[in-house]
């Protein structure tokens, strides 16, 4: 049974995102500890990933990173629940540290220049009222169609 984590407000738990300011706010907390903090990949790009522990509940949270689907620089946390495997074995992480790493990747956000086309705006559209693996497999499996019809639409304008 799902319960509701009291860190997050309604809103966040609901759409699963905070912002970068929150996602601070919230490692600063006296009750929260951070087991993990590091700069990795996943299916959608390279991003800071960071596990916390608040209570009885594990977090994952990953951003700040370019999203190569929305073809943009996310400059927010996704939030997901652990399941404890992910703090096994290790000990909770100094605050300086990953506030250098949040305002190393925060500054090289500000330098992205990539602008987001057509594709990336859709993938961010089926995304954010499905989910991601949901938007990536129907880009994925419609690749060729799509891709037709929004290459057909740039000419038109």
């Not at 996310?74 to 495997?85: A, L, M, S």
């Amino acid at each position: 049974m799902y319960t509701k984590c009291e860190l997050f407000t309604e809103n966040e738990d609901l759409w699963d995102r905070i912002s970068l300011e929150r996602g601070i706010e919230i490692i600063n907390k006296e009750d929260v500890v951070v087991y993990s903090c590091e700069l990795s990949r996943n299916y959608y790009g390279e991003f800071l990933f960071l596990t916390i522990k608040y209570e009885d509940d594990i977090i994952n949270m990953w951003g700040l990173g370019e999203h190569s689907y929305r073809e943009k620089w996310i400059d927010y946390f996704n939030i997901d629940r652990g399941d404890g495997r992910e703090i096994t074995g290790k000990v909770p992480l100094d605050i300086a540290i990953i506030m250098n790493q949040i305002i190393e990747r925060k500054e090289l956000g500000k330098s992205y220049t990539l602008k987001q086309s057509r594709k990336g705006e859709l993938y961010e559209l089926l995304a954010d009222i499905g989910d991601e693996d949901g938007a990536a497999s129907m880009m994925d499996d419609y690749e060729d169609s799509l891709e037709r019809r929004l290459l057909e639409e740039d000419y038109d304008e």
